[in-house]
């Protein structure tokens, strides 16, 4: 294995840690698959590029606007349609029909600037990188982006278990997600919990777009596109379980990546375009096997068994 | 406005209208009646049209000697003008190629919906979901590499097998068939919806947990559904692309093919599926008057007109989602029996009975 290619499968996977845990996290919540989570990502894709590009400001300011604009983008997703939804008692299939629905919005959304950054701004706003900001600038002899996006991605993953296990709105959030009519007996404002976790899941969300151009080329269609392999890393992870999401994010992440790798310097390059499949393939063993997840396995009584 | 500009316009209209009318009312079995969120929906109509583009035109190559390995897309101009000019002079082939590409697209549009929801079928209808939109992009990216499939992004030319009529009845022709296709959809589906399998799929979709216990393999029922509903959206693929004589992966994308499918169901009234064909007619009339009149707009503002479509879709969705969620049609009651009809029944059970007691 090549040190560029192992680089690229860790910020990758970094990237991706972010996306599934926020698609997790609002998938305990409200019970649905939230299918505009990629183009959570995606516009703040192109406010990173609004950002280096149209501001000239270094693009890693676009990290804290896209913690902030990802969040708002959720935030207005769950607050405006699918909270009306959920107290008409809509079933899942429509509030994913919902999440669709907002998807194209926003895909709208973002064709709209990128056709206006290129026709009246001259920007460059399709098949665009930024690895001048990501490579460009080194820390400790080292690409930045590599040391940024997992040292992030770490420290977005303790934070959010800090805040989980050891604040009490995270515990109140937790029983909120367990049991929402008890919670809500006992006093805690489930509807309250539950935006704060789109919030949160849309800005885990804003971040790992924000890092995104830094490292890969990025078009108008890459939030559709990295919509399996952020499905695929919760549902191998185990879509009930946020921990579940840290494990399945990094571990797709990395197969991802390192597998097309060792194909295309094995078989040739012309595999590449073919990357997708990995993740499909995975989620479907999972789905297959485990549908619950790795997380959802029930490891000590499966060795229990083997001994 | 010229009269000839009127009739191409209605005439590609009307062909659009019972092209997306035979993939809204498969949708709509499968999620009308049957409550399956088919989010693959591109999977099925690409997958009829990688199909023609792929074998059927191949199988036309093979039968009149022409190369049908690499050489098919390699020399494809060649080659299919070679069998446009055997087709043209020959209806009876013409036929047999239609009907042959017709019903071996849907076959294969039956085995890719066996094989792309079997990961997934047994759980949740949410992941069902995710694989089959998963599957639907996966099928994109082949398409769209993988060359000696259908040329890759560049595409491949099909045969052509409405030649032999004659160029300006050629959109009359295709309109027919389409036309007759999309009634011949739409009875089958009534039949179906009003025979006890379409009682049991209602069933499976107010609670699986009740049909399950009724003796009703919930399972292959679903799995049963998905076939077909594939089945008759990929014939839907296959006439587009025996219209415009071309396969092309970019023709298929999610918006056109999953999305709007969906809106046409959702607005037109799911588990109707004259809704289904109301929601049809009225968005893609909406749609083809956007692209005719684009000109118009893009001189105002500094963007694809296009992308307005989406977001304009995108919150007409929403809005019925909200205020009118049993769409324009909504579904009616399962039809019974006419009362005369239970009584003639009635009438012939009831001495049966008597003479048994």
């Known amino acids: 294995m090549s040190i560029p290619l192992l680089r690229d499968a860790i910020v990758f996977a970094s990237i991706l840690t972010m996306l599934s845990t926020g698609l997790t996290l609002t998938y305990m919540t409200t019970k649905v698959p939230n299918f505009a989570h990629g183009n959570f990502a ?262 229990r068994r083997g001994s | 406005m010229e009269l000839s500009v009127i009739y191409i316009f209605l005439t590609n209209l009307a062909i659009l209208i019972g092209l997306f009318a035979i993939i809204s009312l498969s949708l709509n079995l499968e999620y009308g009646y049957a409550g399956i969120p088919n989010f693959g929906k591109l999977l099925a109509v690409a997958g009829g049209a990688y199909f023609v583009g792929a074998l059927s035109g191949r199988a036309l190559a093979i039968a009149y000697g022409q190369p049908a390995g690499l050489g098919y897309i390699e020399r494809n101009i060649e080659v299919v003008g070679f069998l446009n000019g055997v087709l043209s002079s020959s209806p009876l082939h013409s036929i047999v190629f239609l009907i042959m590409s017709i019903v071996g697209a849907a076959f294969f549009g039956g085995l890719l919906g066996y094989v792309s929801s079997y990961p997934a079928i047994r759980l949740r209808g949410d992941y069902l979901a995710i694989t089959l939109l998963a599957m639907g992009e996966i099928l994109w990216v082949i398409g769209d590499n993988w060359q000696p499939l259908i040329g890759g992004s560049m595409g491949v030319r099909i045969p052509d097998p409405f030649r032999w009529v004659g160029g300006q009845y050629r959109p009359l022709a295709i309109l027919l068939t389409v036309l007759i296709t999309a009634a011949i959809v739409f009875i089958y589906l009534e039949y179906l919806g009003r025979a006890p399998l379409g009682r049991v799929l209602k069933a499976i979709r107010e609670n699986e947990l009740s049909a399950g216990v009724h003796g009703k393999d919930v399972v292959r029922l679903r799995t049963k559904t998905l076939i077909v509903g594939f089945a008759i959206a990929a014939i839907s693929g296959a006439l587009n692309s025996l219209w415009t004589v071309s396969v092309s992966p970019k023709d298929f994308e999610r918006v056109r093919h999953t999305f709007m499918p969906w809106v046409m169901v959702m607005i037109g009234g799911a588990g109707n599926n004259l809704g289904a064909v109301i929601g049809a007619m009225i968005f893609v009339t909406l749609r083809e008057l956007i692209v005719f009149y684009k000109h118009f707009f893009e001189a105002i503002v500094p963007f694809d007109v296009i992308w307005l479509e989406y977001l304009f879709l995108g919150l007409a969705l929403i809005i019925v989602l909200m205020y009118r969620p049993e769409g324009l049609l909504p579904e009616k009651p399962t039809k019974t029996l006419s009362a005369k009809k239970l009584k003639a029944i009635a009438s012939r059970v009831e001495p049966a009975k008597e003479k048994a007691t």
């Not at chain 1, 590449?272 to 063993?285: Q, W």
């Open chain 1, 42 to 303: 995606a516009i703040n894709i192109y406010f990173t590029l609004i950002i280096a590009k149209f501001l000239n400001i270094n693009p890693y300011v676009g990290v804290i606007t896209g913690f902030f604009l990802g969040g708002a983008t959720s935030l207005l997703l769950y607050l405006l349609i699918l909270k009306p939804l959920l107290d008409r008692e809509a079933s899942y299939i429509i509030l994913m029909i919902a999440t669709i629905a907002y998807d194209m919005m926003l895909i709208s959304v973002i064709n709209i600037i990128a056709d206006y950054l290129s026709r009246v701004h001259k920007i460059t706003s399709r098949l665009f990188q930024l690895r001048e900001w990501g490579y460009g600038i080194e820390i400790f002899g080292q690409p930045s982006i590599f040391i940024v996006a997992p040292l992030l991605a770490a420290l977005l993953v303790i934070s959010l278990y800090l805040f989980l296990n050891k604040t009490k709105f995270g515990i109140a959030m937790r029983a909120a997600i367990d049991n929402p009519s008890l919670a809500e007996a006992i006093g805690i404002n489930v509807n309250l919990t539950y935006a704060v976790s789109w919030f949160i899941s849309g800005g885990l969300a804003g971040i790992g777009g924000a890092l995104a151009p830094l490292q890969m080329t990025c078009n108008t269609d890459t939030g559709t596109r990295l919509l399996i392999s952020i499905f695929a890393a919760s549902i191998v992870g185990g879509l009930t379980n946020i921990y579940g999401a840290f494990l399945g994010g990094f571990l797709i992440g990395l197969a991802e990546v390192l597998g097309t790798g060792y194909l295309a310097i094995n078989f040739g390059s012309w595999v590449v375009p073919y990357r997708p499949i990995i993740p499909l393939t995975l989620m479907a063993l999972t789905l297959l096997f485990a549908p619950r997840g790795l997380t959802g396995i029930n490891w000590a009584k499966l060795f």
